[in-house]
């Protein structure tokens, strides 16, 4: 199927890091994805991740990928006011990954 | 660079009115995509273009949703009758071809349906 859970809510206080969670059940999925919604706007694409790798980092941002549990993870070095928002993890699926689920969404506070 | 426009963004109409939607996707975006977004829960696909084409339309309820992307540009998605759990924010997107690796999908402000 194409469940994709996360846990509702997070608060973490500032400079902290921040690790949201994600988990999904079909094992086809191509790539992995993490979004930021802030309040009254669009989607955000954060990072992604192909599905044969373990690990990415991208400045603050580091994925962890667990193939085997199909755990996904979104760790927030140094969290910041800025970063209080909605975050949804999401697979893509298919030959040509045109199969986009997107999870129901974590929504993170960063206490000042 | 623009970004992708949506219009109306509110939308207020009671039950078994029509509405439509319509979105400007980024110059030269070949794929197009529809979102529904309840409140609580994550978007979900209810169809996609390329060009002028359907990819993807398996989750769009077509007694009731329709949706066309003449000359490959512009979109509009109707609902024609709408019903109180159509209630949602209604997000397009736009990406240079297919969804994968660095294919971005470029999201819009979304429109918020309210129906009554």
């Known amino acids: ?112 | 660079e623009a970004g992708v426009a949506q219009s109306p963004r509110y939308k207020i109409i009671e039950k078994r009115q029509s509405v439509a939607f319509w979105c400007n996707p980024i110059s030269g975006h070949a794929t197009l995509y529809w979102y529904q977004q309840i409140l609580g829960q994550g978007p979900k696909l209810l169809i996609q273009f390329q060009n002028n084409g359907v990819v993807d339309d398996s989750q769009l309820p077509k007694d009731r949703f329709s949706a066309e992307r003449l000359k490959g540009v512009d979109s509009t998605l109707k609902i024609q009758p709408a019903k109180l759990e159509d209630s949602a924010v209604y997000l397009c997107a736009s990406s240079v071809g297919l969804a994968v690796t660095t294919d971005t999908q470029y999201f819009g402000p979304g429109t918020r349906l309210t129906v009554l």
């Not at chain 1, 949804?88 to 960063?110: D, H, I, M, W």
């Open chain 1, 1 to 112: 199927g194409e469940d994709v859970e996360q846990s509702l809510f997070l608060s973490v206080r500032e400079g902290d890091s921040s690790v949201i969670n994600c988990t999904y059940t079909d094992s086809s999925s191509t790539y992995l994805y993490w979004y930021k919604q802030e309040p009254g706007a669009g989607l955000q694409l954060l990072t992604y991740i192909f599905s044969n790798m373990d690990m990415k980092q991208d400045q603050r941002l580091t994925v962890l990928l667990n193939k085997k549990d199909k755990h996904l993870s979104l760790r927030i070095a140094d969290t910041q006011t800025g970063d209080s928002a909605i975050y949804f993890c999401a697979e893509s699926k298919g030959n040509t990954g045109n199969q986009f689920y997107f999870g129901t969404g974590t929504s993170l506070t960063v206490i000042p």
